[in-house]
């Protein structure tokens, strides 16, 4: 089981990112996703997550109107598309799946707004 996230960096204020799920290793298409993370000196923070068919999402208050975690089963991958980016958001992001038997991270991606 392997998750790869990828797409983070660092990006002006107001700006845009778009970060990407790669996960291989067990059948994607039966499970919710989610994206968390972590802000230096923080707890890890739920952001958004999505169901197995993608049909339904949820999102953190901090991220409700600026972010959208979408899914294409088709490739395994889920993303994150992130807008009107601001300082606070700066943070390391990781993929998630529970898996019943457990959860599964990946590696995480840092993205850092700052300009």
């Known amino acids: 089981v392997q998750l790869v996230e990828s797409g983070g960096g660092l990006v002006q204020p107001g700006g845009s990112l778009r970060l990407s799920c790669a996960a291989s290793g067990f059948t994607f298409s039966r499970y919710g996703m989610s994206w968390y993370r972590r802000a230096p000196g923080k707890e890890r923070e739920l952001v958004a997550t999505?169901?197995?068919?993608?049909?339904?999402?949820n999102y953190a208050d901090s991220a409700k109107d600026r972010f959208t975690i979408s899914r294409d089963n088709a490739k395994n991958t889920v993303s994150l598309q992130m807008n009107s980016l601001k300082p606070e958001d700066t943070a390391v992001y990781y993929c998630s799946a529970n898996l019943g038997v457990g959860r599964v991270w990946g590696q995480g991606t840092q993205v850092t707004v700052s300009s």
């Open positions: 999505i169901t197995s068919a993608g049909g339904s999402t």
